[in-house]
């Protein structure tokens, strides 16, 4: 039986790489392009993985909301929020303390773009074989 990944992202060329990552990975891929679709979706699947882009719905913050959901869901669930807030606005942040971690919610944090051993790298930490 496959791993599930939930995959929330606005933009779909960026979607569409992500989800081949994904898929080469071994994850069955479940895609949302918003807040709302995303928990539509998880009232059917609980994922092994979620990751999510932080703009989401064209708020700064659509990302950090549903960390916060999905952590009520189920906490054990690894979330990776993905963000190119700070090559965007100079404003750098991440999920390296419990401090950063109480508030995000997201067990990493990921700068656009992503390097594919980057994120192999980051599921292995995460998501139990």
Not at 18 to 32: D, I, P, Q, R, Y
Not at 65 to 82: A, G, N, Q, S, W
Request: proline share 2%.
């Amino acid at each position: 039986m496959s791993k599930k990944a939930l995959l929330v992202e606005d933009d779909q060329d960026y979607r569409t790489q992500m989800t081949m990552h994904l898929k080469n990975s071994g994850f069955e891929v479940t895609c949302a392009e918003s807040v709302a679709q995303a928990k539509s979706v998880l009232e059917e699947v609980t994922p092994d993985l979620a990751v999510l882009d932080l703009m989401l719905d064209d708020e700064v913050d659509g990302g950090f909301t549903l960390c916060h959901h999905i952590k009520k869901i189920d906490e054990k669930i690894p979330v990776f929020l993905v963000t190119g807030v700070a090559s965007e606005t100079g404003i750098d942040f991440g999920a390296s303390t419990d401090e950063e971690r109480s508030w995000i919610k997201a067990d990493v944090v990921l700068a656009k773009p992503i390097r594919f051993e980057q994120l192999q790298r980051e599921i292995k930490r995460f998501v139990r074989e």
